[in-house]
Nanobody, 115 residues
């Protein structure tokens, strides 16, 4: 079965960096676009970034463009999100997503940006 396991979240000061990882299993990872979403308290879940199956095409939400970078290692079935210049408004639970026969989500990892 499809499994997505996020890691790498934590507490960081404004201006700091974190790298999130999402380990995937149960499907042909290298054949699918992968996405990162986030959800802050009281807000809707929003798309943060996506990366095509081969990694050649990436896209970002307007609020993170230029600060976050998505990448993937198809040999390790893992997708990453490098987050730099973090702001308090980046505080959210970050989720990994893949659309196979339906949407699949990981359990999420909490990112808190605070001094």
């Amino acid at each position: 079965q499809v499994q997505l396991v996020e890691s790498g979240g934590g507490l960081v000061q404004p201006g700091g960096s974190l790298r999130l990882s999402c380990a995937a299993s149960g499907f042909a990872f290298s054949s699918y676009t992968m996405r990162w979403y986030r959800q802050a308290p009281g807000k809707e879940r929003e798309l943060v970034a996506y990366i095509s199956s081969g990694g050649g095409i990436t896209g970002y939400g307007e609020s993170v463009r230029g600060r976050f970078t998505i990448s993937r290692d198809n040999s390790e079935n893992t997708v990453y999100l490098q987050m730099n210049s973090l702001k308090p408004e980046d505080t959210a639970v970050y989720y990994c997503n893949v659309r196979v026969d339906r949407n699949y989500w990981g359990q999420g990892t909490q990112v808190t940006v605070s001094s």
